[in-house]
């Protein structure tokens, strides 16, 4: 599945967080060495403020300027705009089915391909081989790692 990679440990959320914080290390790893977020993760986790869904979908401005200058994490723009916008949709999203966790058994229904379309035109930044890692690590169904389903 990793092509070289560390292979993601599995596990499911407890919360809304967990999930914010496992769709922005997807976001993050894509298109970049796996090792580095690896290491850099505890940095990200403070500069997120724990991936608190409420704390980051309410960043402002200033907010991204304080993480566009965080030498300690990696500082690119479009991701960690993502990773705020994508907390304003998953709080969105929490508050209409209860959870994210609940928005996600909505879901389950509809075939990998369909999941993979409307989550991907949801979220920012979230392309296909991501949203393939985060529903793996998330324990989400998918189907087996084959890059023509991706």
Known sequence: MTAGHEI????HPTSDDGYLEQMTRSIFESGFSWEVIRMKWPAFQEAFDGFQVHVVAAYTEGDL???????????????????????????????????????????????????????????????PTGLFVLLWRVDEPVPDWDERNI
């Open 65 to 127: 300027l304080r993480l566009l200058h965080n030498p300690d994490i990696v500082r690119n723009g479009r991701k960690i705009n993502a990773a705020i916008q994508n907390a304003r949709t998953m709080q969105q999203l929490a508050s209409e089915h209860g959870s994210f966790f609940r928005y996600l058994r909505t879901l389950d229904g509809l075939t990998y391909a369909e999941r993979r379309k409307l989550l991907t035109q949801q979220f920012k930044y979230l392309g």
């Open 8 to 11: 993601p440990q599995r596990q």
